[in-house]
């Protein structure tokens, strides 16, 4: 494959009902969810903390707490820290309310040329059909996103269970390419003797390796289609 990987990072995502102003670093700190030093890089960068919402960063995450989200990402090389991060904030807050859980996974590929770079999105949106609809003009592919679903035995979709891959040019490299994959899954609880904090918490421990894996096998092998590699 003549695309090489550059760029990759990771994000834990929850959906739920959460209340923003908790999460602030000093929080994280008291629970032991990072050290001191986090803490006070976190202190002095662009830190919001309020009812609405909640950002901070340090040398190795970002964290984004809104009413109805949180968002976790990655700084530097992807490590199961985050995993770790991520499992512990939920097992502080076992009874909050999670709907869903989102492994997401960022990569950023570098082409040798233009023509492998155009030659990408030539094959995943084939310009003929796009051509005819706008002769005269230039087309080409801004944002690709495909959405597979797991089945059940007869067939019928499992509901809330979706994985997303998105493909789009690279907004860092030049004749570069992103491509993201989403592994998106509903929290349902099905005992009552395990909260829905402490449900997601496992879906994210027992899913996570497989989930980074997974997308870099996947985006590897489509480029490898694509390319002829």
């Known amino acids: 494959m003549a695309a090489n990987r550059e760029i990759f990072d990771a994000q834990i995502v929850f959906s739920g009902e959460f209340l923003p102003a908790l999460f602030s670093p000093d ?4 629970n032991n969810l990072i050290g001191t030093e986090d803490v006070e890089v976190a202190r002095t960068g662009n830190l919001v903390v309020s009812r609405d919402v909640t950002t901070f960063q340090t040398d190795w995450f970002t964290f984004q707490a809104l009413q109805q989200q949180i ?8 490590t199961p820290l985050l995993m770790d991060l991520a499992v512990g904030v939920l097992m502080l807050l076992p009874e909050t309310l ?21 030659r990408i999105g030539d094959t995943l949106v084939p310009k003929d059909r796009w051509n005819t609809l706008f002769p005269g003009m230039h087309v080409g592919m801004a ?5 597979a679903e797991k089945l059940k035995d007869d067939g019928v979709a499992v509901s ?8 789009q040019p690279s907004g860092l490299l030049k004749e570069g390419v992103f491509i993201a994959t989403n592994d998106h899954r509903a929290v349902s609880v099905d ?24 997308s870099m096998e996947l985006t590897d092998q489509l480029l490898a289609d694509v390319l002829g590699g």
């Open 191 to 214: 005992s009552p003797k395990q909260p829905p904090g402490e449900k997601a918490a496992q879906i994210v421990r027992d899913s996570w390796e497989s989930a980074w894996h997974r």
């Open 160 to 167: 809330g269970d979706q994985y997303h891959v998105f493909v």
């Open 71 to 78: 968002v976790a990402t990655s700084l530097g090389p992807v």
């Open 27 to 30: 929080w994280f700190g008291r």
């Open 98 to 118: 999670i709907t869903g859980v989102g492994l997401n996974f960022r990569s950023h590929y570098k082409t040798s040329t233009w023509a492998e770079y155009h």
């Open 143 to 147: 944002n690709l996103q495909v959405m």
